[in-house]
C-alpha cells in the first residue's frame, strides 16, 4: 500500500493541473467571446454617435439612441421589424418542430424500402450551403409574385424543415421500442403511439427544436435580405443592417444599430436560459445514435 502512495499522489497532482489549466482555458475563451458582447452593449449606451471610439468605456453614457430607434421614418420601423420577426418565427416554430418530428419518428420507428437510401440523401443534400439555392428560390418566388412577401420567407423555412430530422432521430432511437410493442399489444396505433406516448416523452428533443426553429428567423440575414425588400415587410436582421449600410449610415446610425441588437438580444437570452436544461438533454440524447 506504501508504494501506491506516491503513485497516487502523482496521479491527483496530475488531475488538479489538468483540470486548473482546462478551466484556465475555458476561461480565457469565455472573456474573448464575451469582448464583442460588452463592446456593443456599451455602445449602444454611448452618447456619441458613430462607430469609432477614443476609448473602449465611453466617457459619457444615454439612453437617447434607444428613445430614437422606435421613431419611425422613411427607411427606419423597428417595432414593424420585430413584430414580422415574431410573426414569422412563431409559425416556422410551430411548423417546422410538426414537421421535423414527423420526419424523425418515421424514420426511427417505421422500415420502409427507401428509407436509408432517403437518409443518405438527406445527409448529401444537408451538405451543401443554403446559400448555393437562394439565387433559384428568388426567381422561383419572382415568377409566383411572392418577393417582398414575409410568408415567402416562412414558406422557404419550412419547405427545408425535414431535413434537419438527425438529431431528433437521434433521440426517438434512444427510447426503447418495447413501448411500442407495448402499445400496440393494448391495441394502440401508430398514431396514438406517437401522440399519446413519444411526445410526453420527447419533450427535450421538442423543446430543442421548438428553440431552435424560433431563433432561425431571427439570426437569418442573408436569404431575409433577399426576399425581403420594403421597409414594412423586414425582419428586424435586414431592417438593422440597412440602417449601417447606407452611405454615412454606419456613422450616423450605429449607436442605435447596437441600441437593437441589444433589445433583441435580451429575450433570445432569457429565453435559452429558461429553456437550456431541455437544451442540453436534446442534443445529448440525440447524439448517442444520431
Not at 142 to 150: S, V, Y
Request: hydrophobic share 50%; proline share 3%; with cysteine.
Amino acid at each position: 500500500m506504501a508504494q501506491n502512495k506516491p503513485y497516487t499522489k502523482s496521479a491527483r497532482r496530475r488531475k488538479f493541473f489538468s483540470s486548473a489549466a482546462s478551466h484556465t482555458l475555458i476561461v480565457i475563451l469565455v472573456f474573448i467571446w464575451l469582448i464583442p458582447i460588452v463592446w456593443v452593449t456599451l455602445t449602444a449606451f454611448k452618447k456619441s454617435p458613430g462607430l469609432s471610439s477614443a476609448t473602449f468605456f465611453p466617457t459619457e453614457y444615454t439612453t437617447e439612441h434607444f428613445i430614437q430607434l422606435f421613431k419611425v421614418t422613411s427607411n427606419r420601423n423597428y417595432v414593424r421589424w420585430v413584430l414580422n420577426t415574431l410573426e414569422i418565427a412563431l409559425l416556422n416554430m410551430v411548423l417546422t418542430t410538426f414537421f421535423t418530428i414527423l420526419t424523425a419518428y418515421t424514420l426511427s420507428r417505421l422500415r420502409f424500402k427507401m428509407r436509408k437510401p432517403l437518409m443518405n440523401i438527406s445527409l448529401i443534400l444537408g451538405m451543401f450551403p443554403g446559400f448555393m439555392a437562394m439565387v433559384a428560390i428568388y426567381f422561383i418566388l419572382d415568377l409566383f409574385g411572392l418577393i417582398n412577401n414575409k410568408f415567402s420567407l416562412l414558406l422557404v423555412y419550412v419547405a427545408g424543415a425535414g431535413l434537419g430530422f438527425f438529431t431528433s432521430k437521434g433521440y426517438f432511437d434512444t427510447i426503447s421500442s418495447e413501448i411500442d410493442d407495448a402499445a400496440k399489444i393494448d391495441g394502440a396505433g401508430q398514431t396514438r403511439v406517437f401522440f399519446q406516448i413519444f411526445l410526453p416523452l420527447a419533450k427535450p428533443i421538442l423543446v430543442y427544436t421548438a428553440l431552435t426553429a424560433f431563433m432561425s428567423p431571427w439570426n437569418d440575414y442573408i436569404l431575409a435580405g433577399l426576399i425581403l425588400q420594403d421597409t414594412n415587410e423586414m425582419t428586424v436582421a435586414v431592417g438593422l443592417y440597412n440602417m449601417v449600410s447606407t452611405d454615412y449610415g454606419v456613422v450616423q446610425n450605429f449607436t442605435m444599430f447596437a441600441a437593437g441588437c441589444v433589445l433583441i438580444a435580451i429575450p433570445i437570452v432569457i429565453l435559452y436560459i429558461a429553456l437550456q436544461r431541455f437544451m442540453v438533454q436534446g442534443i445529448t440524447a440525440g447524439a448517442v445514435k444520431g
